[in-house]
């Protein structure tokens, strides 16, 4: 009598697995299937093993979700660019123009001439060859970007597309960096976020920003993010010197790097087991260094101790002035009528940006993020103490606690994304075709 076997279920196979439905292999047949490759053929060799091990560390250390922040900062560059490119037709300068001017002198405007200035002639240097230029306020930007601006040159030789290439690089190393502290805030303050990655959230708040476009051009703004967000993350991880020495870095950029500093020792000050770190105390200083290097190079060649800001006050108002003095004028120049339209309306934004960081720090110091607070209370000290405000809009991109808070508020209420989308898009269009078309000041 013969016996039937029963018929297989699917969760019979399931279990059984499917290398057990295959054919046994015959005497002598090993078990390993047979790649089928053409005669002749061999494998390619194994490359360099370090080379190997480096580029697997690296792709190790991004994560998923770092591959979609980076492919939403390439959508966002790709944005820009496409309305640099359109804005360089739509507003060349000559109503009977047939051809736009050149796409890359759309980001030649405003500060990059400094830059590039310093970069190839140094703080005192011109076109001549003598050491001696007439005036014009370049010692208000520190050195950072135009000695790393100079070293790029040496491989890429326009000035413009290493100023390009440097911003592009510095804002991915940024965006990383930025959905690493939102997901290290957010994970150990609200628990396991059930909207998706925080870390996604807040770098799309700070790319949809109005200002996002600071971030594209051959500015500072994104080689100090690049900096001051590692340091931030570094700090936040108990790794002091390395933090120390980002803030440095930091420091050669801009004078924000000093607040970045003073955040940095707040938090060490603040932060548990003070005892096992004192060894790094000295490290803290170490972001000072270059701001005291600077003060004394500028009052070696002017004998002014004080060259930096005295450039700051000639060039833009920056003279001191009591924040209820600075907010009066800032009102006056913005409703008064006595400005261009387009100074008056830039003008409107600074009120508007100074409010909206007047209510981050009272939400920092309400939720009792004293590091954070610190940094934000530095800045808009110093940026509302002059004459009027002036270029706080744009330090919006450095407040990198203002878009860990809006992502913490949408993995609650997903709405808000919605909103901000409808309602910061058409803003930072609108700016990002001012300032490639020249028009950024009125």
């Not at 439905?21 to 360099?48: F, I």
């Not at 123009?97 to 980001?107: M, N, T, V």
């Not at 040159?153 to 690493?180: E, K, N, Q, Y």
Request: hydrophobic fraction near 50%.
């Amino acid at each position: 009598m013969s016996v039937v076997p029963a018929p297989r279920t699917r969760e019979a196979e399931a279990e059984v697995g499917p290398h057990r439905l295959l054919p046994s292999p015959g005497r002598g047949e090993s078990r390993r299937p047979r790649e089928h490759r053409p005669r002749g053929h061999r494998p390619p060799a194994p490359g360099p093993g370090p080379a190997r091990s480096a580029a697997h560390r690296l792709l190790a250390s991004v994560s998923a979700n770092d591959r979609t922040v980076l492919a939403l900062y390439l959508l966002t560059r790709a944005g820009i660019w496409i309305t640099a490119y359109c804005t360089g037709w739509l507003f060349t300068g000559d109503g009977r123009a047939k051809e736009a001017p050149p796409l890359l002198s759309r980001w030649e405007q405003w500060d990059w001439s400094y830059f590039v200035r310093i970069a190839q002639y140094g703080y005192f240097g011109g076109p001549d060859g003598s050491g001696s230029a007439p005036p014009d306020n370049r010692e208000a930007f520190f050195p950072g970007l135009p000695l790393l601006l100079r070293v790029v040159h040496t491989v890429v030789p326009d000035w413009t597309v290493a100023g390009l290439l440097i911003s592009l690089v510095a804002g991915a190393v940024a965006v990383l960096a930025l959905a690493r502290i939102a997901r290290l805030h957010l994970a150990t303050t609200e628990g396991v976020p059930g909207q998706g990655d925080p870390g996604e959230h807040a770098v799309f708040f700070l790319l949809l920003s109005p200002c996002a476009v600071f971030l594209a051009v051959g500015y500072t703004e994104a080689l100090f993010l690049a900096l001051a967000l590692p340091a931030w993350l570094a700090a936040k991880k108990g790794r002091w010197p390395l933090a120390a020495v980002l803030a440095c870095c930091a420091t050669t950029v801009r004078i924000s790097g000093l607040f970045v500093a003073a955040a940095l020792a707040v938090e060490f000050l603040t932060a548990t087991g003070l005892r096992g770190r004192l060894r790094a105390l000295p490290w803290l200083a170490l972001p000072a260094v270059p701001a005291l290097a600077y003060t004394w190079y500028l009052h070696a060649r002017t004998g002014d101790w004080m060259a930096w800001k005295h450039a700051q006050e000639r060039g833009w108002y920056r003279q001191f002035h009591t924040p209820w003095e600075a907010w009066r004028n800032t009102w006056d120049s913005a409703f008064s009528h006595t400005q261009t339209t387009g100074y008056a309306l830039m003008f409107r934004a600074e009120l508007i940006a100074m409010v909206v960081g007047l209510l981050l720090l009272a939400r920092l110091l309400q939720r009792r993020r004293w590091p954070e607070a610190v940094y934000i209370a530095l800045t808009l000290w110093a940026l509302g103490t002059s004459y009027w405000y002036m270029s706080i809009p744009r330090a919006t991109l450095l407040w990198w606690p203002l878009w860990i808070g809006l992502a913490r508020w949408t993995l609650h209420r997903p709405w808000i994304r919605t909103a901000y989308v409808c309602l910061s898009a058409p803003l930072m269009t609108v700016l990002a075709v001012a300032f490639t078309s020249g028009r950024w000041a009125g």
